[in-house]
């Protein structure tokens, strides 16, 4: 019996490659990089013509601000998007790839996607890595079933709701949405409901800040509001202005390397035939 | 209070499922929890397998939507390639399979519960290690230890629809007033020969038991009142 020797490509699921390497680092000292986590605050509720998404802009590492204006909502479809909260790194892979899906699914049925095939798609992937992939998701959109919104949690279960709210500030945005949101809202008193409950993840909320996006999803028609409100603005301004003149730092030496000059050669290659 | 917002979403839950006199009866409450945050405080866990079985689902919440869409998909096939309804005995059994075979790696307990023309009613109880066991009413979730004691007090044999859906109330009630991961409405799904109907029972409209306070809307109708009392620690 010959035993064939086949290069398989790994099937996916974790690599265990570098966990070897990984623990001789941290025996000799060396801490591993903190994940970038968006903390966050991240909305969405149904009003009469569709959905509305909200999202705050803050990006952190650990105890530190990393990014003050990140861009939350994920584009997934023309008539779909997604706001993520939980590891970074893990909202945008998860719903890029997603995204990518559905364009292709797009090309091969001739139709406008779903948002329920999104979610099949997200809550199948979040599953079979059985919640290490640490992706908190609020998925809305508008297709021809008429407006849907969902929330995914990282372990693959969904929700399915008229408001939602995800991420460490979901808790003080979920208190304005539960006293103030009735069916049937105009676009305005959604727009306005969303930057209230953003708000108050925002200033209520440790791992929530900066600033408000918002995404109004209707039949036909998607507006991404970047920057839809800007609560935080810097009011810190040098008087003396941030000019260095010369002669302010020491030179303690200096050290000059031309550089060589590489001869390149040009072969003419033969031209191209048909 | 430290909430853990990225533990597993588990639905506390209470659920029931009862055979009467032509039909059963499968009830269930709405809370689904995340720690010690709801993440959803009005969850429908009746989750339809086919227009005449229907199962109710309890412990993690991703197992038991992913069980229940395997099993949907299968039952869907089986359907077309058998040409007529599958039977409930045959839906118990494909949750039962994946329920077992995957043991290990799930934690989930469902309700199976449906009509055929074959045999009626049936509920088909599969817990935990994936056991199956046909009943004439079961109970599941982390409300149910609340329940046995009244079901085997109340259970009568041969109960018209109205009673047994009256049952199913009474004792999701009782269960959200003593566990505090069950909670929210109440929903049940009635499926007989004619077909399926769902309910529903808002929270504050169910019976008050030992007690219970009256649920007060809002802050503001005390502090309308008159004479509004001074807070007390």
Same mark, same amino acid.
């Given at each position: 019996m010959a035993k064939s020797v086949i290069d398989v490509p790994p099937k996916g699921g974790f690599s265990f490659d570098l966990c070897r390497r990984n623990e001789m680092l941290s025996e000799k000292g060396v801490k591993p990089p903190s994940f970038r986590k968006t903390g966050t605050t991240i909305v969405g509720l149904v009003f009469q013509d569709g959905v509305i998404l909200g999202a705050d802009t803050r990006a952190t590492e650990g105890p530190i601000v990393c990014d003050k204006n990140c861009e939350k909502i994920h584009y997934m479809a023309p008539n779909i998007y997604c706001c993520g909260a939980g590891t970074a790194a893990d909202t945008e892979a998860v719903t890029d790839m997603v995204s990518s899906q559905l364009q292709l699914h797009r090309y091969a049925t001739g139709r406008e996607s779903r948002v329920i095939t999104a979610l099949t798609l997200l809550k199948s992937h979040l599953f079979s890595y059985q919640g290490y992939v640490s992706a908190a998701l $609020?998925?809305?959109? $508008? #297709? @021809?079933?008429?407006? %849907?919104? %969902?929330?995914?949690? *990282? %372990?693959?279960?969904? #929700?399915?709701? *008229? @408001?939602?709210?995800?991420?460490?500030?979901?808790?003080?945005a979920m208190a304005i949405f539960e006293s103030k949101y009735r069916e049937g809202l105009t676009r305005d008193e959604g727009i306005k409901l969303v930057s209230e409950a953003i708000c108050s993840g925002i200033f209520n909320d440790l791992g929530s800040g900066s600033n408000v996006d918002v995404c109004v999803i209707t039949k036909g028609c998607t507006e991404y509001l970047r920057n839809h409100k800007l609560p935080n603005p810097r009011t810190y301004v040098s008087s003396r202005g941030y000019s260095f003149t010369k002669g302010q730092t020491e030179v303690l030496s200096t050290k000059i390397t031309p550089l060589k000059k590489n001869k390149v050669e040009v072969v003419e290659g033969d031209a191209m035939e048909e | 209070m430290d909430l853990d917002m990225n533990a597993p979403h588990s639905m506390g839950t209470t659920i029931i499922g009862v055979t009467y006199d032509g039909g059963v009866v499968l009830g269930a409450d709405s809370r689904t929890s995340t720690g010690m945050y709801v993440a959803n405080r009005a969850s429908d866990k009746i989750t339809k397998l086919t227009d005449n079985v229907y199962v109710c689902r309890s412990g993690s919440a991703a197992d038991s939507q992913v069980v229940s869409d395997y099993v949907r998909y299968f039952l869907h096939q089986h359907t077309i390639q058998l040409g007529q309804p599958a039977t409930v005995k045959v839906a118990a059994n494909l949750v039962r399979l994946l329920s077992y075979n995957n043991k290990n790696m799930l934690q989930t307990g469902l309700i199976v519960g449906g009509w055929d023309k074959y045999e009626g009613g049936q509920i088909y109880s599969v817990p935990l290690g994936g056991t199956i066991l046909q009943q004439p009413f079961t109970i599941g979730g982390s409300g149910s230890s609340y329940l046995y004691g009244f079901f085997d007090q109340e259970w009568k044999d041969g109960m018209s629809k109205d009673e047994a859906e009256k049952l199913v109330v009474k004792a999701v009630s009782l269960a959200i007033a003593r566990d505090g991961a069950s909670g929210g409405v109440i929903r049940t799904v009635i499926i007989n020969s004619e077909g399926v109907t769902r309910n529903f029972y808002p929270g504050d409209a169910l019976p008050l038991w030992h007690e219970e306070l009256e649920s007060r809307n809002s802050l503001l109708d005390i502090v309308s009142s008159a004479s509004p009392e001074p807070m007390s620690i």
């Open positions: $609020v998925l809305g959109g $508008v #297709d @021809f079933t008429g407006p %849907h919104l %969902h929330t995914i949690y *990282p %372990h693959g279960s969904t #929700d399915t709701l *008229p @408001f939602a709210t995800m991420g460490s500030g979901s808790l003080a | -």
